[in-house]
């Protein structure tokens, strides 16, 4: 209903529908930010001094660290200088095998590479064109993979007609493919 500019019907407060895509919700992941951690300190306590820092929540996914191999216990030290907020978590969690998505606006969830890669985000393409999107369509599925819109796959693409949007379940790493397949062709 948003996505078509109708009314809300639902009990659902407007602020947490949000339409925007996932990459682009966290207004901050660009800002610089410093840190120093000198101490070995555990991922709970560094991810409060990220909340702090940069003015967003963080949560952890203990239960795919757990599958990762981390706990609460592990400690490590954190050390950057004047770097996008994005890239300063990337720098902390890539070296562990961990990754992080973007739950809204002002939220991040710290998760195993895994799982990450596992789960699934609904995005919604508002189109320029409406009559292209069955060329884009396919163009994203080949560019994705074409196993994934299979019956046994877990990818879903179809098209909303009155919103002009390709709505597409994907997963982050894959929509940051559909983004750059799409392009231009997105409002």
């Known amino acids: 209903r948003i996505a078509r500019g109708l009314p809300i019907q639902s009990r659902i407060k407007p602020e947490f529908i ?9 207004s901050e992941g660009q800002r610089p930010i410093s840190l120093r951690i000198w101490r070995e300190s555990n991922l709970n306590a ?3 001094e990220i909340e702090r820092v940069a003015g967003i929540h ?5 239960q795919a660290l757990h599958h990762a191999g981390w706990s ?6 954190f050390i950057c200088q004047d770097e996008p907020l994005d ?8 070296p562990m095998g961990l990754d992080y998505r973007v739950v809204d606006s002002s939220t991040i969830q710290i998760t195993s590479a895994m799982a990450y890669a596992n789960s699934h985000e609904i995005e919604f393409y508002r189109l ?6 069955r ?3 396919q163009h994203v599925m080949e560019q994705v993979g074409i196993d994934r819109f299979q019956p046994q796959g877990t990818g879903i693409i179809t098209f909303d007609n009155p919103s002009s ?11 940051e493919i559909v983004q750059t397949v799409l392009g231009d062709a997105v409002e």
């Open 18 to 26: 949000d339409l925007t895509r996932k990459s682009e919700q966290l």
């Open 46 to 48: 560094i991810a409060a």
């Open 58 to 62: 963080v949560l952890v996914d203990w």
């Open 72 to 77: 609460p216990r592990d400690t490590m030290r």
């Open 87 to 94: 890239s300063a978590i990337q720098s902390l969690l890539a």
């Open 128 to 133: 320029r064109d409406r009559t292209a999107f």
């Open 135 to 137: 060329q884009l369509s």
């Open 165 to 175: 949007c390709l709505i597409v379940s994907l997963s982050p790493p894959d929509h």
